[in-house]
């Protein structure tokens, strides 16, 4: 096991040619570290786990005081790579690297940064492609299905191992905003700041049916084998790459979409005789997108990530009351949305506003114009990134005035 | 062969229980007619049909002035049974019964109304489950791809054969509307009206998107057989269900699924321990819808019907220059979109709209408020109703004064 008070940042290559990783803005080479954690987790629908292993990065120091930590939480099918580089010939930085870095929104000259595969994942963690000690088989289907409250508690199990008492702020978009609340409820005193971006309290019914509808493809692919693929040798590909194709239209708006393709043919042209072999470009691109993803990504996995969303309801165990479910909250809230994201829109983030302004809470709202639909929240979205930045300096000046260095 | 000149409705049942097609609205019990053409069939690809049939069905009474039919166009899935019943236990009438009727907005005490299952259908017009004269098998995936002017010429072809001189309206709801507009401009002497409703010049990339998520979904099912399922003696059930998920999601406004759904589980509660068993309302709805229908519909026929929708843009050979296009129209324009329809949103109304004003062409434009989405235009939407059926008495009184009797 790795120390925790060091960053996972390596030193970038000397000479060579200019990569992404060595730009003064970057983080830099980054190696993911892994935490071990022997005791029994116990999820929240009573199933148990003898231990757990989650995969994290970490950008920039924690200081004397440990008061300058950052969790950034991810979504659908992000990971712990959430900036920098893997090695200097790696083509892309981690998900976030727009908005985490030196200078950056979540500057790592003033942050600790940490990011974490979530429990139940497919980027190192303990997953349902995990082995199951008991059987020494890949757990699969067995795996305990889990919600956004597991994943904070596994989380506040590393923040222990870390030697971080209360997280400056708790950050992220999506299902990665959900348990940025999470926190907030689970963990009042644990963190000083939630920062949820384009999120919601609880999916609507469209929602749940664009998941369902994914979760169909995949559980129907012949491949799929009632989710014990990995014991026939074989991957749900077909299933997994439609899955991705629903998400990844209703991640992007109309409009940009439009911008993007409009209505160009990857080839030949619509002369009479040919339209058999034609393509849009929107439909390669889709394509392209399902089956790279499907090439990759865990279906157990995805599957768990789509329950964990539709099962999400923050305020369900306060009788369905927001307000009260937020009055046990004790941090400072950021809430953001994107205007052109349909699938959490801005009128489900000022749900969250108003529930939080009802329990008396401290909430700042922005509702950012950008094209980019949902995806806006991984994007450099101009404003999106000043206001970002801006609240985070404020939560840096309150980690000085609570005795941390600068 | 019928007698085109005799309406298809059939007389009442006398006594019984009162059936919907005993209300004085309904045009009652109706039987479906077939046509058959035995000249070739070319189509704008280039490929020939030798012969076609056509089903369809009639309701109302051509007048001796011949001046009063109206075509009514189907979309994607819909057929030729636009109204009544097929016997006194038919559970429910025609996909547009709503709207045609004795005193409703297509009144059949004075239009006679056709609706004719496209070609390339299958719901009994020739079509890819048809049996190819040549091979003795079912054309299959060898049926040739058709554009909405395939559908609009073969149309044609019916209205010489039902002795129909001018159309006093062709009418359509989304990919209907596209063949009221082809018609426009195709047989612009042809016909009067051009009824044009939720529906759009060209479908949006993300519409393509949407459409090609559902394809992949059913050429992917192993069941497919590359189009061959039918000499396979299978059916890509899966496919085709996974493909109507994606529809129906998106036909309905996210409001209306709100509405009707929420977060409402099927059975169960969110009791700890229990997360597997749970399933939404809303899942167990898609899921029935979709297996519902992939039980009777073709795949081959409505893979073929999603390319034409993905195919048309009625601009294209007019150097993409709607308002050029639009000047080879000679007809009236009605055009109607619906507030909450997001796959063919007013945007895509107005667009047609605009042109055809700079073509300087009459049309009436009416958005209406509707929470129920694209399929609004389906439904017995009050502001809607009014309207097309204030319109349909313009165009009535239209024919009454070009010498038609009331």
Known sequence: MNDPQTSSQAAGQPGGKAHGSTAASSVGLVAPRHFRYDGAFRTSGGRELPGIELVYETYGELNAAKNNAILVCHALSGDHHAA????????????????????????????????????GGCGGSTGPSSINPETGKAWGPDFPSLRVRDWVDSQHILM????????????????????????????????????????ALKLTAQNIGFNNTARTAIISDPDFHAGRYQEHGVWPKNGLSIARMIGHITYLSGDLMGQKFGRELQAGSFARGNEEALEFQVESYLRYQGEKFADSFDANTYLLMLRALDYFDLAREYADDAVAAFRHARCKFMIMSFSTDWRFSPARSREIVDALIAAEKPVSYAEVDSSYGHDSFLLPVQRYQKLLGAYMRQVHAECIALGGQS
């Not at 892309?92 to 985490?100: A, F, L, Q, S």
């Not at 870390?162 to 907030?184: F, N």
């Open 84 to 119: 920098g580089y893997h090695s200097d010939s790696d083509p892309k930085p981690g998900w976030w690297d727009e908005h985490i870095g030196p200078g950056k929104a979540i500057d790592t000259r003033h942050f600790y940064v940490v990011s974490v595969n979530n429990l």
């Open 160 to 199: 222990e191992h870390l030697g971080v008492a209360q997280w400056a702020a708790v950050i992220g978009g999506s299902l990665g905003g959900m348990q940025a609340l999470r926190w907030a409820l689970e963990y009042p005193d644990l963190l000083r700041h939630s920062v949820v971006i384009a999120s």
